[in-house]
C-alpha cells in the first residue's frame, strides 16, 4: 500500500503530529511545538503542524482516562512488568472535567489559538490551520456507575457485573458518543479561527475482545458516529503481531489514519526500526517518533536512547517515513527541554528534529547499522 501521505486533504493537510501529554499547555510551553526557535528562543519557522492532546486523568484526582495501568518493577513491557484495567475509570463528572480543560476560557485550545495566532504576526499565516485531535475517554469496564445520558435516565454501567457483554458495550458507546457530541458542540471556528478540528484519539494502544469487553464492535460503531459527523478517527498501537494483524484493512473497520508505533527506544529486545517500518509501510499506516530527554519510567535502555534516536532519524530517511505522516512522542516537554538543554547532543537533537519535519535531515549512520 505504501506509506499514508502527508499532506491528505482529508486528514487536514497533517504532516507532522505532536503529542501533548497533560494539563499544564501554556502558550508560552506551547510556542515550543508550534514554531522552531533559534538559540535565542526568537520563532523563525513553524514546526508542527499538527497536536494531539492526551490527558490521562481527571483533574483533582478524579478517575482515569487510559484503559490499563502497569504493574511489576520494570514498567517497559519487559520482566515482570504486567498491565490491568485501571481501577478507577473515570464517570460523567470527570467526562465533563475533561471538557473544560479543552474548551473552558483559558483551556488548552484558548491556549494555542492564542500562540499561533500571535505567531502569525512574525512567521505569516501557515499554509494550513493547525489540527486538532483531542483523546476521547476511555470507557474503562470497572466503571459500574458512570452517571445518566439524561435526567431520570438508567445510570450506565461499563461492566459485566449484573448484565451481559452486549448491555455493557452499548452502554460504553453511548458515554463515548455523549462526550464526542458535546466536545463538536462546543468547538466553535470563530473561537478558533487558526486552528482544525480534525478529530479524536483512541488512547488504548490495542483493540481488545475477551468475556467482559468488546473493544472491536464499539470502535466500528464508533467510527461511523464519526464519519457522520465528518471527523477523523487516529490510533497509535505498539508494536506487536496482534498490533500489526489489525492493521490489515484498518481503514475499512475502525480508524481513519493509524502510525505504527515501534518502541524501539524503551525496551531491551525489540524488533529494531527496520521491521516495524515495513510493516507500516505495507499497510497503509504513519510511523511514531519516539525521545524523551526525562521519562518516569524505569526503563533499562535509557543509557541507549543517543543512539537509539539517531535510529528513529536515520531510519526515516533509508525506509522512507521522513516524508510519511508521522507522529511525536517526546516524554515530558522533551522539546522544549532540548532547546535550551546543556547538553550539546540533546541541542543538536533539536535541530535534527526541525530538519526531519522539513523533510531535509540526512542520515549520520549508513543503513547496516540501522536495525
Known sequence: MGWYPQNDPRMGHLRH????????????KLKYYVAHLDPEGRPDDWLFD????IVLSAPGGGGSFIADV????????????????????????DYEALLDLYFREGGL????????????????????????????????????????LEPGGRILNFGCVGQNLTRATEDRLAATCWWVDQALARWDPRRYPDL??????????????SWEVDDHWL???????????????????????????????????????????PNHMFYVKTPGIKGPALAAQARGAGFEMEYYV???????VAAERHLRFRHYLDGGVYFGYMHAACAWFHG??????????????????????????????EPKLSRDEIP
Open 109 to 148: 485550545l484558548d491556549n494555542l489559538q492564542a500562540i499561533v495566532a500571535g505567531l502569525k504576526a512574525v512567521l505569516g499565516a501557515p499554509e494550513h490551520p493547525r489540527n486538532v485531535v483531542l483523546s476521547i475517554p476511555y470507557p474503562g469496564i470497572n466503571q459500574t456507575m458512570w452517571g445518566r
Open 332 to 361: 515530558s516537554n522533551g522539546i522544549m527541554q532540548m532547546h535550551s538543554h546543556p547538553d550539546p547532543q540533546e541541542r543538536a537533537f533539536y535541530e535534527d528534529i526541525y530538519r526531519f519535519v522539513k523533510g531535509t535531515y
Open 219 to 261: 470502535l466500528k460503531e464508533l467510527r461511523r458516529h464519526l464519519e457522520k459527523a465528518d471527523k477523523r478517527f487516529l490510533w497509535i498501537p505498539f508494536y506487536s503481531s496482534y498490533n500489526v494483524h489489525l492493521l490489515d484493512n484498518y481503514q475499512d473497520y475502525y480508524f481513519d489514519l493509524a502510525f505504527q508505533q
Open 294 to 300: 526525562e521519562l518516569n519510567e524505569p526503563t533499562q
Open 50 to 53: 499538527s497536536f494531539l492532546f
Open 196 to 209: 482544525n478540528l480534525l478529530g479524536f484519539y483512541w488512547v488504548f494502544e490495542t483493540v481488545y475482545r
Open 17 to 28: 503530529l505532536v503529542l501533548l501529554y497533560g494539563t499544564d499547555w501554556t502558550p508560552e
Open 70 to 93: 502497569n504493574r511489576g518493577t520494570t514498567m517497559s513491557g519487559e520482566g515482570d512488568f504486567y498491565a490491568i484495567p485501571v481501577p478507577k475509570p473515570a464517570d460523567k463528572e
